[in-house]
């Protein structure tokens, strides 16, 4: 039975990617590309269509939506224009069944994996567009905030909780804020060091990805994307398949939201 789950919630997170990496496209279409004038509805445009070719915006057959075995079905491309797939597509959606087996091999509360999902679609969306055009939308930032929120007063420390105890101070709980509103200004004081070369959208971010971490895993957050974000540019330096969207700029939104995936995995293994 657990083999069955820990298969189950591995199968689910690699479906859940292919969605958001759909989603994050259709946003990306929408509202950032060349082509975003010529869609009207962009709200249809995100949450009603089908997935389609990312260049002829031709429906993706049935067996081409199935997660990592779907690329080889298309033969490596599309079935209307012909035009070769990006290894990208099997690779990510094999990360997340992977990240998804070491959740459910974790037996991973329901809650707790149910906020990965829900995070993790947020995540993808900022990682994604921020790759593309070095830009984070706030929206995705805002659901992380209020995700963030209700993990802290409604699951960690329940408000409830507060008033039957008087309302005093839960030690644990202004630990979790203080980190995170340390980084929160921290970052604030290194964009305008930088002369505001920092995107400003990295500065909420770090604060919804700490309160969603807490003490002490948010303390290695940046220090772990700024590591992510060197080996990456050290090895694209080495490497014409891996592409990067400037030399000069950094997508750090992108390597935040990898720090957090993995610091999120250290606490459902309780390595620290």
């Not at 644990?172 to 400003?200: C, E, N, P, Q, T």
Request: aromatic share 18%; with cysteine.
């Amino acid at each position: 039975m657990e083999v069955v789950l820990t298969i189950g919630a591995g199968v689910l997170f690699a479906v859940w990617h292919s969605f958001c990496d759909q989603l994050a496209w259709r946003i990306y279409t929408a509202y950032y590309s060349t082509e975003r004038k010529r869609i009207e509805n962009k709200l249809a445009f995100v949450f009603y269509s089908s997935s389609r070719c990312e260049m002829c915006m031709t429906h993706v057959p049935w067996y081409g939506l199935i997660p990592i075995v779907g690329y080889f079905l298309v033969n490596k491309k599309c079935t209307s224009c012909s035009r070769p797939l990006s290894y990208r597509f099997p690779f990510f959606e094999a990360l997340a069944f992977l990240y998804g087996v070491l959740l459910g091999f974790a037996s991973v509360h329901p809650v707790e994996f149910t906020l990965l999902l829900v995070a993790y679609a947020s995540l993808w969306v900022i990682m994604a567009i921020d790759y593309r055009v070095l830009l984070i939308p706030l929206e995705a930032i805002f659901v992380l905030l209020l995700l963030a929120l209700i993990y802290l007063f409604a699951i960690r420390y329940p408000v409830w909780g507060w008033i039957s105890r008087g309302f005093v101070p839960n030690i644990d709980l202004m630990l979790d804020l203080s980190v995170a509103f340390v980084w929160y200004f921290l970052f604030h004081l290194l964009r305008i060091l930088s002369g505001y070369k920092m995107g400003a959208a990295d500065v909420p971010l770090v604060l919804a990805l700490g309160l969603l971490l807490g003490h002490p895993l948010a303390l290695f957050l940046p220090g772990l994307a700024a590591m992510l974000a060197i080996v990456f540019y050290i090895l694209r330096r080495r490497s014409i398949l891996l592409y990067a969207p400037s030399e000069k700029q950094i997508p750090f939104g992108v390597f935040l939201g990898m720090g957090y995936l993995i610091l999120a995995l250290v606490r459902v293994y309780k390595f620290i």
